[in-house]
């Protein structure tokens, strides 16, 4: 049978978050109780600041208004002594806890002290009523018990909540005792009176109410406050990380990029991220609107280094010898090259090479390049000697003018360009192992006393560039005065533990240090948490602080405590109110004391008087039972995880129960019923009073003493009260507009004060009084007056609270949302350093300083050069829009088929195929999946995925092979664009010449101060040569290569032995391509796993599996002529 209604989730989360006991428990789980107690120290102290305020006002107004309404004031000086005296007691007694170190070492004081408050002001109340009634036998009514109970629960330094109610629950026992002994003339006659018309079960109520309402705003305080301290806690938490992601930020892109060009690509990073957030579309850039970050450094040295032997290095050694001989030789380089102020621009392979005097300009560059390459010399034969290995350096060094900069829209990197780095690096080939050769320009900055000079080696003096430019060369046989300087070590490696420990967040194993850092920034913004909407300090300059957005919460907020923005004043009205069903509650225990109070202060029957009691306790039960329905649901069945499917109805329920909470509008509509209703119920009561009729029974009672049996009219005390209690109720609701409740609670005490000043002022004159001839009116609108400011007070400050709450939680949101972007922006910038599978390798790993290398058994290596660029800023203009656009094809083949940028040199371009961690055959790391390769390209079901077997994963030979292609057509494209601008027309002739070989190959991360992930082995120098001894216009692989792309159908020519540098002559050939730049085709073997088609400067894309493998030779089949 289907079930009958529909599905719906319980989802609690929300709520809960606001649960007392949830809260309580996670500041226990984040050992935040003793932050917690300091705090609510200091906020107990300005509390009772304002109570100190108020109780001398409230002492003030009673003693004013006792001169100037008694007549016979000889009798009413006892009543104002005791007031002034206890006034004056209770306030000494309550200040010593503003003394900090005393209480420090007496916390029970702040109890004790509280205790003797309240029994003194209790004291001072009874003992006056009890003296008049036995000096003049006057039965006086009391005048500060409600006072005294808000007392207790809103003001006074009472830290736990059990302590306020047993204090409460005493002071109400001693005024009910007061009530049994002289006003309901002894026990017996309280018990038989109990529950008549106007008897004692109505001031037992009145208490019970109160003593209700101080326990909700004991529980909301609380509630309220432990939500900011863990909102200011995760506010810490993120503070500090999102400021050492920021730093890692900038040292990572320091190492990399100087800041003149780091900073704006920082900042277009994260604006992009803004942008995309926020939905809005980025534009494009086509050809010729890239921006280029290059820049001119006229007088600088640069320093090339090479090893040599590197050949033999790379193929004779394991993966993990490699590495870690090149970690430990780079990182030896790196570090001098910090020491002596040299900028390290990268490495290639076996080549290193940095600039003196780039960053910053500094007239020692010639002598600080020399220097460092003395000690690349040191370093390289103590590793030799470590090692065991036959190696050796080779330096050149010359000192001119280069443009350096970043060009390319993927994998960015640092690099220089110009006539004189070409300089340098032919004076590195042509030098001799294990000395220094530079340029006589270099000479000219050096300072020849430190220094031996010879004469340059023949090679460098036949050598056709140097010729042509008139370059002549020395070599440095010795130092003679060795000036090296240790003082940047330490900087270094400051520099490098902040980059590396940063990197963790704070909830995982974090040094002790950075926890330390942690708990002192977090207990100072404890410290300084605000605690009252009044700062004397900075109370004058509230008006005149311009900046409201990032001042202090006081700045931010308005006399009736608003929002100065009117925004976050928005916000923070149509906030969800996760505390209704408390306001609920409580409404709820009120109204039920005020229906039972209005049917027990008359015995007049009217159909009002019933009918609307009756339906407003209805309807605030149907509401209370919404408001509470969801957390029973919870309680019995998700607290305990268990399958339940709730029914239509209980659906119905938790709909309306989330209109409720989440609208405004309905909240205020719901609240203003409530209060309104019961007060008309109030005023129908005593509207049903017959004026006239109790004057003249009254009279009549008086001339012939007698007491009627039934009570024609209400009584006025129990009237006092309900309105009393009906302010109390007026404020109870929490996330109901502060100006709403306190116009309300205005309008209610003007409303009754008119009732009892005009309307029925006779009835109230003749009730029982608080002094000696003071009218009872004036008492009773006292006692309203009272209840009205002191909760509108203690409403104030939880208000300010609230506000102090959602100030932070906005503020919270930021701090994670600038989290979440700098945290982005890292990754972006990480995946334009490495290659993405190793990334979270990089994050977690690596930050230790451990060596991390991978093994694979097939990659693909390209090499592709621009030919005849002339280098200068026009020409890398047209360089930086070219590469531009072979880094736009790259995204795609990155996506698919795992094609990797791996760098640019000059004008030739590296890339690799192959370089995913599941083809790896081994790592230095477990971080390798074991699933199966199906599941691996679930999130991409379009990516290329070869099998482990040596057959399937040589098809990254054909993938590289369509990759060079498509190079060489987005380059005819780009060609055909600058023909039609004569002054680009003459930079290039659009031919490049690409080199391809495949086998096994090596990778790792090395270095010490910036990552540089880099791929060594046999197939990187033979698709280096390749490219070298190639033709323009063409693809040259080598045998093996050939091989494989000759199985998969396109056609690969016989070249001839071509001499390679290290293994002599080889045999190389040139892939077949067409005048349409599409592959030659023959007959196939095998075919790829899958074919896209596609051209992806027309971005679009088809995704097809041929029919017929013939026509599978070329994986882009159409040619840029189909745009």
Not at 236 to 242: F, M, N, R, S
Not at 736 to 756: D, G, R
Not at 971 to 995: E, F, H, M, V
Not at 1061 to 1079: A, C, E, H, M, S
Request: net charge neutral; aromatic share 12%.
């Amino acid at each position: 049978m289907p079930p009958l209604g529909p599905k719906c989730q319980l989802n609690y989360t929300r709520e809960r978050m606001w649960e007392p006991g949830y809260l309580k428990a996670k500041c226990a789980q984040l050992r935040l109780e003793n932050e917690f107690r300091l705090y609510r120290i200091r906020l107990w102290k300005s509390y009772l600041c304002v109570f100190f305020m108020l109780h001398i006002f409230v002492t003030f107004l009673h003693c004013v208004l006792l001169f100037t309404t008694v007549d016979h004031r000889q009798k009413i000086y006892f009543d104002v002594s005791l007031s002034v005296g206890c006034c004056v007691v209770l306030l000494i007694a309550l200040s010593v806890n503003f003394c900090d170190g005393f209480i420090a070492k007496h916390t029970w004081y702040m109890y004790a002290s509280s205790i003797f408050a309240s029994l003194t002001l209790v004291f001072a109340d009874l003992t006056e009523s009890i003296y008049h009634n036995y000096t003049h036998n006057w039965q006086l009514g009391t005048f500060y018990d409600t006072y005294i109970l808000y007392m207790v629960y809103m003001f006074l330094p009472i830290h736990f909540i059990s302590g306020a109610v047993l204090l409460a629950l005493l002071v109400s026992a001693l005024y009910i005792m007061y009530y049994i002994q002289f006003l309901a003339d002894g026990f017996s006659q309280f018990v038989s009176e109990l529950f008549s018309v106007g008897g004692m079960s109505v001031d037992i109520l009145h208490y019970l109410c109160i003593n209700l309402v101080g326990i909700f705003y004991r529980v909301i305080s609380d509630t309220v406050v432990r939500s900011s301290f863990l909102d200011r806690h995760q506010y810490i938490k993120e503070e500090i990380w999102l400021r050492n992601a920021r730093l890692q930020e900038k040292q990572l892109l320091d190492s990399i990029l100087p800041p003149q060009i780091s900073q704006p690509l920082q900042k277009d990073i994260q604006n992009r991220i803004k942008m995309a957030k926020q939905g809005v579309g980025m534009r494009f850039f086509s050809a010729l609107e890239r921006t280029m970050a290059i820049q001119i450094h006229p007088d600088v040295s640069i320093l090339y280094a090479d090893v040599v032997n590197y050949t033999h290095l790379t193929t004779t050694l394991t993966v993990e010898k490699l590495v870690k001989v090149l970690h430990d030789l780079y990182g030896r380089f790196d570090r001098a090259a910090f020491r002596f102020k040299v900028q390290r621009i990268k490495f290639l392979g076996d080549c290193y090479y940095c600039v003196a005097g780039l960053a910053d300009p500094d007239p020692d560059h010639a002598n600080n390049c020399v220097a460092l390459g003395h000690s690349m010399i040191s370093d390289i034969q103590e590793v030799r000697d470590v090692q065991g290995l036959d190696i050796n350096m080779r330096i050149g060094v010359h000192s001119g003018t280069l443009f350096a900069g970043v060009i390319g829209e993927a994998k960015l990197q640092f690099d220089i360009w110009g006539l004189d780095v070409t300089i340098a690096n032919v004076l590195e080939s042509t030098g001799v192992a294990g000395f220094v050769h530079i340029s006589g320009a270099t000479l000219n900055n050096l300072s020849e006393q430190r220094y031996l000079i010879g004469e340059g080696p023949e090679s460098a003096r036949k050598h056709p560039l140097l010729i042509n430019h008139r370059i002549i060369t020395y070599i440095v046989l010795d130092v003679l005065q060795a000036e090296e300087s240790e003082e940047y070590l330490g900087e270094l490696h400051a520099v490098s533990l902040i980059n590396f420990v940063s990197r963790q967040r704070l909830s995982d194993n974090t040094n002790e240090s950075l926890k330390a850092m942690f708990n002192a920034e977090l207990h100072e913004e404890f410290r300084k948490m605000p605690v009252s909407a009044f700062n004397q300090k900075t109370f004058y300059g509230m008006y005149r602080n311009k900046d409201r957005a990032s001042a202090p919460l006081y700045h931010q907020l308005n006399i009736c405590l608003t929002f100065y923005d009117s925004a976050m004043e928005k916000a923070y009205l149509k906030q969800t109110d996760y505390m209704f069903k408390y306001s609920m509650l409580l409404g709820w225990c009120v109204g039920c004391c005020l229906v039972y109070i209005q049917l027990m202060d008359t015995k007049m029957i009217c159909p009002s008087c019933i009918i609307l009691p009756a339906t407003v306790f209805l309807v605030q039960t149907i509401l209370t039972f919404i408001a509470w329905y969801k957390k029973i649901c919870w309680a019995r069945y998700g607290k305990l995880d268990l399958p339940h499917r709730y029914s239509r109805l209980s659906c119905f329920i938790f709909r309306i129960h989330e209109k409720i909470i989440g609208s405004l509008g309905i909240r205020i509509v719901i609240y203003l019923f409530l209060v309104l209703s019961s007060f008309s119920v109030m005023v129908i009561i005593v509207m049903t009073c017959q004026r006239e009729e109790f004057e003249l029974m009254f009279i009549e009672e008086k001339l012939f003493h007698y007491e009627q049996e039934t009570k024609i009219c209400f009584h006025p005390w129990v009237a006092t009260n309900m309105v009393s209690l009906m302010i109390c109720l007026t404020f109870t609701y929490v996330h109901i507009p502060f100006l709403v409740k306190t116009t309300m609670a205005l309008l209610l005490t003007i409303a009754y004060l008119l009732i009892v000043f005009f309307q029925f002022e006779f009835v109230f004159h003749h009730s029982v009084t608080t002094n000696p001839f003071f009218p009872a009116e004036y008492a009773h609108g006292l006692l309203i007056c009272i209840s009205l400011l002191t909760m509108y007070v203690k409403e104030r400050q939880i208000e300010f609270t609230n506000k102090v709450n959602f100030n932070w939680r906005v503020e919270l949101r930021k701090k994670e949302s600038d989290a979440t972007i700098t945290n982005h922006s890292i990754i972006i910038i990480l995946n334009n350093i490495l290659p993405s599978h190793i990334v979270d390798v990089y994050l977690s790993s690596l930050s230790k300083h451990e060596l991390y290398y991978e093994n694979y058994q097939m990659v693909s290596v390209m090499f592709a050069m621009l030919m005849n660029f002339e280098v200068d800023l026009r020409s890398l203009r047209v360089l930086n829009e070219i590469i531009g656009e072979f880094d736009v094809l790259l995204l795609f083949y990155k996506e698919y088929y795992s094609v990797e940028k791996i760098k640019i040199v000059g004008c030739t371009y590296m890339a690799a195929c192959g370089l995913d961690l599941n083809f790896a055959g081994s790592t230095s790391k477990t971080e390798k999946s074991d699933f199966d390769l199906n599941t691996r390209t679930e999130g991409n079901p379009r990516k290329l995925s070869f099998e482990h077997n040596q057959h399937e994963l040589e098809e990254v030979v054909f993938v590289m092979s369509s990759f060079a292609l498509d190079m060489m057509r987005t380059l005819a494209r780009c060609n055909k664009a600058y023909q039609s601008i004569p002054s680009i027309r003459s930079i290039t002739d659009g031919t490049i010449a690409i080199g391809i070989s495949s086998g096994e190959v090596m990778a790792g991360i090395v270095g010490a101060s910036q990552p540089h992930y880099d791929i060594w082995g046999n197939p990187v120098n033979m698709a280096s040569r390749m490219e070298t001894t190639g033709l323009p216009g063409n693809i040259q692989v080598t045998e093996e290569s050939a091989r494989i792309l000759q199985d998969f159908g396109i056609l690969c020519e016989y070249r001839g032995l071509t001499f390679v540098k290290g293994r002599g002559q080889i045999p190389t050939y040139l892939v077949g391509i067409d005048g349409d730049l599409n592959f030659i085709t023959t007959a196939a073997k095998r075919s790829p796993s899958h074919v896209e088609r596609s051209t992806v400067i027309s971005l679009q894309s088809t995704y097809s599996q041929p029919d017929d493998y013939s026509d599978s030779a070329s994986i882009f089949g159409q040619t840029l002529n189909d745009n």
